[in-house]
């Protein structure tokens, strides 16, 4: 098996960073790589999240093309009240996204792979079916290039860091970035977008907030930092990977996989989100802070193990053999 089809050519976010690696892993372990508009008939499809190329999927299932699905969460943030992605238009293609992938799930699909044990509770609840043919497996990283700048002692004064695509995409997330920043100061630096002009302008005048930042610098970001993910439900989210394996610990609120990535305790915190995380109330951030404080007063303690901890569970060619195995299984 060697032509290896994706649907599409690597997007924007982690589903395109993702493909963007794996793509690399598979090419060098001898594989093909081809695309929905390729005139080869493929020996496996490998769906990234999802596509609405049906028809193409559906020629190549009556071809007998075995077909593997990577599933993320499912899109919910639509139906939220107050939230700036409860638009009509983002509705109305939320709504046929989550159609079209429980579609493939339940009739297309000959393998799942879910990203998480999260993922796949999720997709038990909400899918079509139970799927009997699935996997679980974390994303990786490559470390030689997310890994640890420096060695730390315990008088080292780490620096606060968020970092998301889009630094607003809560309701409450600016307003808890103003609450840590008056805890901790200049040591909090924030990178990502702020899309909205309202969200922007509460922002604290004085924060470090440095904008979007290219996947080369992330290394330089993590390193001698604590990361606090502001991800409600995420699949099994990069920035945590990635922060992990330069050495920076994470604090986190316990929902999606966030627990499943950090080990409390030991390279980050996992606190209560302290309200009901799935309507966007407003969380426990004094939780958060906590933890915070926590990490930074044994942050040498924490960094050193949060970069073994990504070594042992997180390497990208880890990753990739447990996806060859399921690729060895379809195609049997």
């Known amino acids: 098996m060697k032509n290896i089809a994706f649907p599409h050519r690597p997007g924007s976010g982690g589903p395109g960073s993702f493909q963007v690696r794996f793509e690399k892993e598979l090419e060098e372990r001898g594989y093909n790589i081809i695309y929905s508009d390729s005139n080869i008939t493929p020996d496996l499809i490998f769906i990234v999240g999802g596509t609405k190329k049906i028809f193409w999927l559906l020629k190549h299932k009556l071809k007998k093309v075995p077909i593997i699905f990577r599933l993320d969460g499912i899109n919910w943030l639509h139906k939220i009240p107050g939230t700036k992605q409860r638009t009509f ?3 109305i293609t939320s709504t046929v996204i989550n159609f079209l992938n429980k579609i493939i799930h339940a009739l297309f699909a000959n393998e799942i792979i879910y990203q ?3 993922v796949r509770n999720w997709w038990d609840k909400k899918g079509f079916v139970k799927h009997k043919k699935f996997s679980i497996i974390y994303n990786g990283v490559d470390h030689n290039v997310f890994k640890s700048k420096h060695k730390y002692n315990d008088t080292f004064i780490p620096k606060i860091v968020f970092l998301e695509g889009n630094l607003d995409y809560s309701p409450y997330a600016i307003d808890l970035i103003n609450e840590v920043y008056d805890v901790f100061k200049e040591r909090v630096f924030l990178y990502g977008d702020i899309l909205f002009e309202v969200e922007r302008n509460k922002l604290n005048k004085k924060a470090n907030y440095m904008g979007s930042v290219s996947k080369e610098s992330l290394p330089d970001i993590y390193s001698g930092a604590i990361y606090v993910s502001l991800d409600v439900h995420p699949a099994c989210p990069n920035t945590v990977i990635e922060a992990l394996s330069c050495g920076a610990p994470v604090v ?3 929902t999606g996989a966030i627990s499943e990535l ?9 606190v209560s989100y302290g309200s009901n995380a799935w309507k966007l109330d407003s969380p426990d951030v004094i939780s958060l802070i906590n933890g915070i404080h926590e990490i930074s007063n044994r942050f040498s303690y924490y960094a050193n193990n949060a970069e073994k901890y990504a070594n042992n569970k997180f390497s990208i060619q880890r990753m990739t053999d447990k996806y060859e195995e399921v690729i060895n299984k379809v195609k049997k």
Do not use: A, I, L, R
Request: aromatic content about 22%; proline content about 0%; hydrophobic content about 40%.
């Open 252 to 254: 986190g609120f316990d």
């Open 116 to 118: 998480s044990e999260f």
């Open 89 to 91: 238009k983002n509705w």
């Open 262 to 270: 950090v080990e409390h305790n030991n390279v980050g915190f996992v």
